[in-house]
């Protein structure tokens, strides 16, 4: 367990340094240094990403592959929303209460990460946060399936949306929609309907796209937990009703009142829901993860997800990507994407939720430990941009020799870039 301090390299470096820079991306000369600082986002176009694949990539190669992505996505908030003092220090700086930063490799994914740094918690903007938190939601989600299924009930999945334009405001349109369905969900009829249908409990996401066409199209699923004695019937057809009542409520315009009717509820209920679900991204792809992740998967055509805006952002293939992300972060950050129903996590046996930014910042002290950088060492890594702190995640992982004369090599381009003395 190698501590990585400032200082001269390793003996045996020589070697290491040799093995590093034949490495996919690991040159070490004074421009392949450079290269790997954060980018400023007007220079971003044209460039072929560090982390595209020019092979077909093993499960291994591609988690590395998105780390490298988040990461440069990462970057990319940071300078979209450089005000957000949280987003503008997530896994950059330390922690006021951490004396060194940790490498520690995931029990669960096997890749490495940095703990000890802070963290924005901004699951539903943050690439690096969003993707812990939603793995962890996901976790949890299935967790609750498998005990309901286990007592023999049903899983489905509610779809509600409304009407949309270009026009309209996205902070307006997620006022309406989740209002809508909170008095939905304290209307008569709707309790009624749901325990004739034998709905029990429900976990409620919040999923945003965007289109050029529409505008910004904010919906909900609902996961819903029947019991065992779920009838269909007419189900959709009154739950549609319900929900364009709830909808004019709350004055949202609509051009055809009948097309709501006709769209504005789905729901798949059952095995028929299930293997839908599982053949959308191949059978990694379920109910859990159309909950949790939703935010994250790639829209269809002209339908962009956050990240997929972010993405048009670094390669600036949308020029009005970055105007849209803002909008979208202005009106989403602070809300409550996923909310589990009063008493389901007690009545399923489940641990006390946690919060977002609980678990960004929280560190499994079963995952192996790697490596230890000390204050000023990890400056020298910090000012070596995103792709040498993603590039030392990758040589921990492979070889500590490697990783220790990578940091010697950052702690002494850091060094002569202050003009404090020279590289070794």
């Given at each position: ?5 400032t ?67 990462q970057a ?9 003092r ?27 990460y ?28 299935q967790?609750?399936?498998?005990v309901w299924r286990g ?64 505008g ?99 390669d ?46 929280g ?50 381009r ?11």
């Amino acid at each position: 367990m190698p501590n990585f301090s400032t200082g001269s390299p390793p003996q045996g470096g020589a070697e290491a340094a040799r093995r590093a820079a034949l490495a996919p991306g690991g040159g070490w000369g004074r421009g392949a240094l450079d290269d790997s600082r954060e980018t400023p986002l007007g220079t971003m176009a044209g460039k072929r990403a560090a982390f595209e694949p020019e092979f077909v990539a093993t499960v291994e190669e591609t988690g590395k592959l998105a780390r490298a992505e988040r990461y440069e996505l990462q970057a990319v908030l940071r300078g979209l929303l450089f005000e957000n003092r949280r987003i503008r220090g997530c896994l950059l700086y330390r922690r006021d209460t951490a004396s060194s930063v940790d490498i520690r490799r995931s029990s669960l994914s096997g890749l490495g990460y940095y703990s000890g740094l802070q963290t924005c918690g901004r699951g539903a903007l943050c690439p690096c946060c969003g993707s812990k938190i939603a793995e962890h939601n996901r976790r949890e989600i299935q967790a609750a399936l498998d005990v309901w299924r286990g007592k023999g009930g049903v899983a489905g999945l509610l779809t509600f949306t409304m009407p949309h334009y270009r026009s309209q405001r996205l902070s307006d349109n997620l006022s309406a929609i989740l209002a809508a369905y909170r008095e939905l969900d304290r209307n008569r009829p709707y309790r009624r309907l749901c325990k004739a249908v034998g709905l029990q409990h429900t976990i409620r996401a919040l999923e945003v796209t965007w289109g050029r066409l529409n505008g910004f199209h904010p919906h909900l699923h609902i996961l819903g937990f029947f019991s065992d004695r779920f009838v269909a019937d007419d189900f959709a057809g009154e739950l549609a009703q319900l929900w364009l009542a709830n909808l004019e409520r709350q004055g949202v315009a609509m051009k055809d009142r009948d097309a709501v009717l006709a769209r504005g509820v789905r729901v798949d209920v059952g095995v028929k829901v299930g293997a839908q679900y599982l053949s959308k991204v191949g059978r990694s792809w379920g109910l859990a993860e159309e909950v949790a992740k939703a935010n994250r998967k790639r829209g269809r055509v002209d339908n962009y997800s956050p990240v997929d805006l972010l993405r048009h952002v670094r390669d600036s293939t949308l020029p009005e990507a970055g105007a849209v992300f803002r909008e979208y972060a202005a009106a989403a950050d602070g809300r409550h994407f996923l909310r589990w129903s009063a008493h389901m996590r007690r009545d399923l046996g489940l641990l006390p939720e946690k919060s977002d930014e609980e678990v960004a910042a929280g560190v499994d002290q079963l995952d192996p430990f790697l490596a230890r950088l000390d204050a000023p060492t990890w400056r020298a890594v910090r000012f070596g941009g995103q792709r040498a702190r993603v590039r030392l995640l990758e040589l921990a992982e492979q070889d500590e020799d490697s990783a220790l004369a990578y940091v010697a090599h950052l702690v002494g381009r850091y060094a002569e870039s202050a003009g404090v003395g020279g590289a070794s």
